[in-house]
Structures are given as C-alpha cells and as structure tokens.
C-alpha cells in the first residue's frame, strides 16, 4: 500500500469528518472543569424530577469521569454517596447500576441491600441472579451459606450464579465433583463445575476429568471442556506431561467425530510439545 | 452484626467503658467468627470511634495506631483517627501515621458516619475519612509539629486529589501545626510490637506443633519440625486472598527481601509464611502468590499451608486472626521469631516489622543456638 | 553456491517477525562458485505477508531489490520492513526469498511473519482461537502470571496511570508487556484491537469474547480456554453491553473526533488529545456492565486490553497523522508535575519503586524483554514509549498496528 495516497485519504476523511454535522460541538468528558461538571451531574442523577434517562446519562457520564482516577478523586465520596441514595430508587435500571457499581466497591450497603432482596423476595431490588452475581464481587462477604441455600432452591441462571459464588469455598469441593460426574445434569452447570473444581482442587478435578475425556458415553461439549481445562491447568501448574494422558487424549482426538473434541485435543497436545 | 452494635452502644453510655471497647478489638474475638471482612470492619470502625468520649487506654494504642498504618477501609481508618482524640496523651508515630493514613486514602475517601451503625446514605452534614483524619491532626496540635513537612509534602504534590472539603481541613491543619510552638522531633516510627524480654517456650504443645502436617508450594509435605528445627526461624502469616494490599502482599514481598539479606549476611536461617486459608492456598496458588513477589524458594524459604485444621497454628502462637463462613474476616501482622529449639524468642505483632529488627532477632536466636 | 539472508532479533527457534519498520538486514554469499560476484533479487515468495526492501532506512521500500554480493561472502546490507497493508496470517507465511537475477534459480530464502495489531472484527478464525487460547494459558485458571496484570491495575495504583499525561505511555507499556508474554507462549500472537466506534459483532461471540447471560455473566463455546477464566480467586467474567452488539456503543466519540482533539494538523498538541481518557476511553467502559465498568475491576476482563489496544491504536494514530512521534517535540507530549508522567521517568512496577508515593509494592517484576529489539529497557521511561515505530532512529518497540504506517 503507497502510505503517501494512504495519507492523503486518511486525511480527506478528518477533514470531511471535521464539517460533517456528525461531529459532537461539545467538549469531550472531563476535558471542562469537573469542579462545574461534577456538581451538575450529581443533581441531575439524584433529582427524582428529572427524567430517567437524564439520571442514566448523568450516571454515566460520572462512572466514566471515575476512570480519571486522581483527577475524580475529590467528588469520590460524593458519589458514592449519590449511589448510596438511588440504590433504591423506582427506575429499575438506575437502581440496578449504582448498585452494581457500589457492590463493585463491596459497599456495605449495598450488600445488605441486595442479601435483604435475596431473604425477602418482595424486598428484591434486583432480580435474584443478578443479586447474586453483585454479592460474588466479596468472596469476603458472608454470603455463602445463603447463596447455598438459593442454590438449593433456584433454578436457571440463578442456579449457575449461585454456583459461581460457591466456587470461591472450599467446602464446596464435593458438590462440584458431584455434579461434573452427573451425567443427567443441566450441561451449562457440568460445565461449570469443571471450572469450580479445578479451581478448588486442581489434583481432584485432573482425576475426574480424565474419565470424563476418555468416555465415549459422556456429551462432547462436557469432553471438550475438561480436555481444554485439563491443557490449561497444566501448563499453568508446570505439571509434568502424563504418557497415559497423552495417549488418551490421541485416541480420543483422532477417534471423535466432535470439532470441539478435536480442537480442545490438538490444543492439549501442543501444549505438552512446548 | 446489630448485637454487637447495640453492644457498643450500651458501653458508650457507661462510665469506664474503655476496656471492654478494647477487648472488642481481637480479631480473634468470638463475637467476629463466622462474620463477614465488612461486618467486622464495620464494628471495628464503630468501637474505635467510641474511645474519642470513652476515653483510648494505653492497651487500646495499638490498635489504633495499626488501623493509621495499614488500613485501607475508610470508615475502620477513620474510626481510628476519631480513637486518636481520646488518648491522653499522643503516641510518637501518630502523627505521621495520620499523614500516611491520608496519602493512602486519597484516592478513595469516603462519607463516614458513627452516630449510627447500620450503613446507608448519610442524614446529614455528611463528614468524609480523610476530614476525620485532617481534624484529628489539627487537633493534636503541638504534639504533630514532626509530621508537618510530610503533610506539606503531600499537600503540594497531591492537592488535586483532595475535595474542598478536605483541602480545607488540611488546611486547617497545617495551620495548627505551624502555630504549635516546636517540639523536640520524635523517630517517625518508633520499636513496636516486640515480644517481652522473657522468650515464650512452647509448652507441652510444642509436641503437638512439632508433628503438625505442613505442605510447601511445590507440594512437599512435612512437619513443622522438619521444616524449621535446626535453625533460627523468622515464621510470618498471610493469605492469598488478602484485600489489603498493605498486609498479606506487602508482607510475603518483605519476607522475599528478608530471606534476600538472611543469604547476603551469611545467616542460614528459615524464612516461611504459613497461610491462613489451608483450603483455599493449594501449593500452586502458593507458589504462584510467592514468585509474583519475588520469593526464592528453597529448603530454607518456603509459602506453606496447613494438612489439617489452622488452629493449633493460631492457638499456639495466638494469632490474631477471625474467619468468616469462607476465608479470614480480619487479620493483624503477626511475625514470629523461632530459635532452633522452636523455641519463640520474639514476637511482632499489629505493626509493619522493621527488617533490621528481625535480623537481629535472627542473630540472637541463632546465638542461643551456638551457647 | 547458496545465499545467507540474516534478520536480527530472531528468537531461539529462528524466527524473525517483523513490523511496518525498516530493519537492517544483510545478505552474503555462501559456497561461492566462480570468482565474479553474483547479482541477486530479492522477493516476497510468500503467499501470506509480504514485505519490502530498501538500500536505505525509508518508508518507500520496493517488493523487490537487486544486489551484488562479493564472492568472498562479505554480507551486503540492506533494509526490511512488513508492507503496510499486508501483515501476515500465520507464523512464517512471508517468505523472503533471494533469486539469482535473471534467472528462475533459488538461491536463498527466509521465512519472516509480519506480526502486528489487527481489528478483533475481522481477526480470522485461526487468529482469534490462537490469541484466546494464549490468552487463557497466561490467565491459567488464575493461577497463571496474569495475576500480575490485575495487580498491576487496581485502585491503590490509579495515580500511576490515569488522571495525567501519562495514561497513554503507561498503557502503552502495561499492553506491550501483556502482549510479550502472549508471544511467550504463543510467537504468532498480537494483540487484537477492539474498534469500539465500529459495530464488532465478531467479537461477541461464543468463540471470541463471549455471550452474557441475563444475570450479566459472560458464557463461551465449550472448550473455550476462558471457561476456566479466574481473577481475584472468582470464577468467569462479569460483562454485558449496554448496546446491541451487531451495533457501536452509542454516545462515544468517533475516530475521526477523536483524532480532531487537541487540534487540528500542525497545531496538534497531545494536551489535547489526552482528554480521550474521558470520553471516548471512559465511555468505552460505561458501555458495558461487569468488571469493565470501573476502573478497580477493569483489568480482570480480558475485553480491557482490546478496548485498550484501540486507545493506543488512537494515539498511534494521532501521533503518525499528525507527525507527533518525537518525545524532543513539545507537542508530542505535556508537562507533568506528578512522578511517573514525565518524560524522563520511569514507570511502576516495573521500576520496581515502592516508596511514597507509589504503591507499596511492585508486581511484576522488570518489563519483559524481547528478541526483536531492545527497547524499552527493563525499566522503560514514559519517553520511550513515544515513538513505539523509532520513525526517529534507533531500535522500535516491535508492535505496530494494521492501520498505522511506518512513515518518516
């Protein structure tokens, strides 16, 4: 390509950009004086006259001012407390996003806000996945033993949620080998169970998940899954390479008629020739 | 959680209360098990709060002033610097720690409030962390003369990141400190934490921990025996899942660097972390949370976790440790100095350890080994 | 009689990879037959990448070029560089290969990949699987070094790298690092871009970056390496656009309103252009929920480092339009008073600095270094990081990105 026409293009497209009616006359965020923009957008997200998708934007607008680190720091604490105080607000999707952004900060509030939701359905502020989704940003937070007990009950993304939640404790071992060996089980959750238990005991899951790659009788996602934990788990361990893996895993990858199988194959394969 | 508030409340409104507050501080309190980081954080926060009517003992100092180092929870931190206004008299190392306190907090302050316990928005005439941190330092007047070239420092260079709010405080602040009338300088950071004169001997359950089952980070097992007996050992706690970074990382980043200047000085001696988190810290997060920060392992330099439960780790060498349903709620720095006996010859606690001080103890320990 | 083509920066297998700046190379005869010496052509043979050649470090290199090699074997020097337009597709398909002029006879060839940064959307099937898989064995779980690029972007280390002038260099650095250790696992590697003022369909995908569920959770294809995908001792990755994925996030600045900040062509200043750091950088992480959305979390999604490949991308192309490459140029850069902004200093961690006002530690250790060029140092400075194609002399960075020319 001639870099001198390449130019010349490339600039004939500023330039017919720089006239078009497309280009924004405002000035880019944060580049105005925050100690103005600032202000004005926090009345605007905590002005309950004001209409939602002013408040959306204005939260917006302040989220991303936040990656100006040090430049936001002087109006943190007024934020989050502006967060604080729509966290239960009507509009749905303004509440659901300070509290995602205050259960990010693992704010205290928020977590009880969201645990009450999960205790008392009608109390909910957001729906039950996404409660539990917002409370695993704490794996300091104490809410294990109730997130098993929603596991127990729920059903759908809110079941996997759970699961995700459990795998950050070590207790939870069992359930997960229980269930990536449950043939009958819903495959996302084997699946995730995979990634739970190799997390939680990486030498209990390589046990497990050698049976699962070598049986023919077993779903081929669930197969290409253990397989592709298996080649990431030991590469990321320094693991010694296993002759009888590797054997396994050649008679799988040339045997299967799966692409998923085969790719998940030839990748374990090649990370035992590196 | 609420009980322990409404504790804490019944006790503000009693006379001599103090002491009591104190003991709520253990991390290894039974009131903290099965509590979340925030939980205990939360009472912590609001029991420290307390000592400004209660009055801070000496026995409650420490806690405070770990809270001014290393703290990262806005609302603990400025509990702390509220406990500050009830001490009698003003430990050396609190004025710099407040000044650190708020160049650590710069950049994440936040609205605190003590008159209630249960978190939510502020009534009103909300009041920040770092504020509390600036009004405790005005406030100490002569006695925080010393840290008044550092808070300049960090005034200029990081004025930006500070609310009007707070550059008025501190403000405020320096102005006090430049009235106050000088004072002789006092060290930044005085000895602290270091175990009594009289060394603590493992009594009839030095056998027990002797035979306690231990795995390094590249899954070998042994006993603590095995691992550390014939030789001085400087032992010290942590977890990979610590949220401080001004605890767990920073403490097995400065365990490298001991186990770095233990080779450079020709002492063979043991350089080990233990982890709190047995289940969690399998060998390969152990070694991988170790390499990151640049330990060398060896025979002599190990991550280690435990095969079976942690407590008798904890209770032998009273750990000051609380656990949540899942992992550490809340814990101190805890370093402990074996002779080759396993003998302890020096304890740090609470505090950052200094270096030159472990060594010493090290050199001291491995003496007792050579008489 | 054969003819020796050598590259330098080839690693320990004998690979060379190339970017869009001229390298020296050299060319010399070997077991010569005859005493006259012997004219060759050098050409691109390669069905992939294509490269071209130069007597003279330019940006006006021809696809083939004539030299006389002495009998005697001395090399005879001569440039290369990727032609712009035409990286590679896969490790080795650029084939320099040395014909005896005016004939047909091979005399030599050598393999080279053109290896630069492409566009996520129209990354080729192969490209993608080998940039995930790479990806998810740095990660490993979470047991893997990738450990230390979260560490190395979490709040008690903000002021390093946002909120000053030194946003981008400190970027420029933290992606080029994450991208050395890619290739250390995977050389045909480069990090993709994800062009977020353009509909990317392709990378919402089940095979590439995934698909959220309603709860906000990212799910993959079965076998894909990020199922295993851990930070901060948690399973999977938290995201969903706020936008429809077959479109562009709404409401952020285009590329062409980008490059328009800070100026126009010869007034051009970068003081300007910094304020991309808002609004489109900021607004690029808003547009989804999850990890992305703040700046503590960010880094455990590996979409951050392709949204951040398109931030350098901008300011790469800011600095080539606008003819900004040269730290000396007032204009190519703005003043600081904060440590670690300007020019001269050197960046955390890899300075390994941990005395206020850095973070109290450092994670990572050195920058990583290269086969392929010297640069930046193990402790790069912000200046180095200015001129990452050395249009000013002296060794590059060794990255580029598709659309940004090497021009002097």
């Known amino acids: 390509m001639d870099v001198a026409k390449y130019r010349e293009r490339y600039e004939a497209q500023l330039a017919k950009a720089a006239t078009s009616a497309e280009e924004s006359a405002a000035a880019p965020l944060g580049e105005q004086n925050l100690e103005e923009q600032v202000p004005d957008l926090l009345a605007t997200l905590q002005n309950r006259e004001e209409p939602v998708a002013s408040r959306t934007a204005a939260l917006e607008a302040l989220a991303a001012l936040d990656f100006l680190g040090p430049r936001f720091a002087p109006f943190r604490a007024r934020y989050k407390e502006a967060l604080r105080d729509v966290a239960t607000d009507q509009p749905q999707e303004l509440r659901a996003q300070a509290l995602e952004l205050l259960a990010i900060d693992k704010d205290p509030y928020a977590q009880e806000l969201l645990v009450q939701g999960l205790q008392e359905p009608t109390d909910a502020l957001v729906p039950e996945a996404q409660a539990i989704q917002l409370l695993g940003y704490d794996d300091h937070a104490e809410v294990v033993p109730l997130v ?91 693991t010694p390479v296993d002759p009888k893996l590797v054997e396994t895993v050649q008679k799988v990858g040339e045997s299967t008629r799966s692409r998923s199988i085969r790719s998940a194959a030839r990748r374990f394969l090649q990370s035992t020739e590196q | 959680m609420h009980d322990l508030a409404a504790r804490v409340d019944e006790l503000r409104r009693q006379p001599d209360s103090a002491r009591e507050l104190v003991g709520m501080l253990f991390e290894q309190s039974p009131s903290y098990a099965g509590r979340g980081t925030n939980e205990a954080e939360r009472v912590r926060g609001y029991v420290l709060a307390s000592f400004e009517t209660a009055g801070l003992p000496p026995e409650g100092v420490p806690f405070v002033l770990e809270e001014l180092e290393l703290g990262n929870n806005p609302y603990t931190v400025a509990g702390a610097a509220r406990a500050l206004r009830g001490a009698p008299d003003v430990p050396a190392d609190a004025p710099a720690l407040l000044v650190r306190a708020i160049e650590r907090l710069r950049g994440a302050d936040d609205v605190v409030s003590f008159d209630r316990f249960t978190p939510g928005p502020a009534r009103a005439n909300p009041v920040t962390a770092l504020t509390e941190l600036a009004r405790t330092l005005a406030g100490l007047g002569p006695d925080a003369r010393p840290a008044l070239d550092e808070l300049r420092r960090l005034v200029e260079s990081e004025g930006g990141t500070f609310s009007p709010v707070v550059t008025a405080e501190l403000a405020t602040a320096m102005n006090a400190l430049e009235g106050a009338r000088a004072t002789p300088a006092a060290g930044c950071c005085s000895e602290h934490g270091i175990g009594g004169a009289t060394p603590v001997s493992l009594p009839g359950a030095a056998s027990e921990i002797a035979a306690l089952a231990l795995e390094d980070q590249d899954g070998s097992r042994l006993s603590f025996f095995e691992a550390f007996a014939g030789r001085p050992t400087a032992l010290t706690f942590f977890y990979t899942r610590c949220q401080n970074p001004e605890k767990c990382s920073l403490t097995v980043t400065r365990l490298a660097r001991l186990a770095r200047s233990c080779e450079a000085q020709g002492l063979d001696a043991n350089v080990a972390g233990i982890t709190y988190d047995a289940a969690f810290d399998r060998p390969a997060r152990l070694r991988g949370y170790g390499a990151d920060r640049a330990m060398a392992f060896s025979d002599r330099c190990r991550l280690l976790r435990t095969l079976g439960p942690f407590d008798p780790i904890q209770a032998t060498f009273d750990l000051g440790v609380g656990f949540g349903p899942v992992t550490v709620n809340r814990h101190r720095l805890d370093l402990v100095v074996l002779d080759p006996a396993l003998t302890v010859t020096a304890q740090f606690e609470r505090r950052l350890w200094r270096e030159t001080a472990v060594l010493d103890a090290l050199l001291a320990a491995a003496d007792v080994q050579a008489r | 009689m054969n003819v020796e083509i050598r590259i330098p920066g080839a690693d320990a297998l004998g690979r ?393």
């Open chain 1, 148 to 238: 098993r007990e929603v596991y127990e009950r729920a059903t759908g993304v809110a079941r996997e949620e759970a699961l995700r939640v459990l795998a950050t404790d070590p207790e939870s071992e069992q359930l997960f080998t229980r269930l990536l060996k449950d043939k009958s089980e819903k495959r996302s959750i084997r699946q995730l169970s995979a990634s739970g238990l190799q997390s939680l005991n990486p030498e209990a899951f390589d046990e497990t998940a050698r049976k699962i790659v070598a049986d023919d009788d077993d779903y081929n996602d669930i197969r290409a899954t253990a397989l592709a934990a298996l080649a990431h788990g030991r590469e990321a361990r320094e």
């Open chain 3, 16 to 408: 060379v990879f190339l970017t869009w700046t001229p390298i020296r190379a050299t060319a010399r005869l070997l077991n010569p037959v005859g005493t006259a010496p012997i004219r060759i052509t050098l050409r691109n043979a390669g069905s992939g990448g294509r490269v071209r050649f130069a007597t003279t470090r330019t940006d006006l290199g021809t696809p083939t070029l004539a030299l006389t090699l002495p009998i005697d074997g001395t090399p005879v020097r001569f440039f290369v560089a990727g032609e712009f337009g035409r990286p590679s597709v896969s490790l080795g398909d650029a084939i320099i290969q040395a014909r005896r002029t005016g004939t047909t006879t091979v005399l030599g060839r050598k393999r080279v990949t053109v290896r630069v940064r492409k566009n996520a959307q129209t990354l080729s099937p192969a490209e993608r699987d080998r940039f995930v898989a790479a990806f998810g064995t740095l990660n490993g779980g979470g047991a893997g070094r990738f450990r230390d690029f979260r560490d190395m972007h979490v709040l008690p280390a903000v002021a390093e790298a946002h909120g000053d002038v030194g946003f981008l260099p400190w970027h420029r650095a933290y992606l080029l690092d994450l991208e050395r250790e890619l290739q250390a696992i995977d050389p045909a590697v480069a990090l993709p871009y994800w062009r977020f003022d353009q509909a990317a369909p392709n990378v919402f995908t089940r095979e590439f970056m995934g698909v959220s569920n309603s709860a906000g959770t990212v799910e993959f294809a079965a076998g894909h390496p990020f199922n295993t995908w851990r930070t901060d001792g948690a399973l999977g990755i938290s995201r969903s656009p706020r936008f429809a994925t077959g479109s562009a996030p709404g409401g952020l600045r285009t590329e062409a309103q980008t490059l328009a900040l800070g100026g126009a062509a010869t007034n051009a200043t970068y003081g300007g252009f910094a304020n991309m750091e808002g609004d489109p950088h900021g607004l690029a992480h808003t547009s989804f929920t999850g990890f992305l959305r703040a700046l503590g979390t960010a880094a455990r999604d590996p979409l951050f480092f392709m949204l951040h490949a398109n931030v350098d991308r901008l300011w790469a192309k800011w600095q080539w339009v606008h003819k900004r490459t040269s730290p000396a140029e007032a204009r190519a850069f703005a003043p600081s008073s904060r440590v670690g902004h300007r020019i001269p200093d050197t960046m955390w961690p890899w300075n390994g600095v941990t005395s206020a006002p850095r973070p109290s530690t450092a994670p990572g250790g050195t920058f990583p270094a290269s086969r392929s060029t010297s640069q930046p140092g193990l402790k790069p400075q912000v200046g180095e990081m200015i001129d990452h194609q050395a249009v000013g002399g002296g060794p590059p960075l060794a990255f580029a990105y598709d659309d940004v020319p090497f021009e002097l």
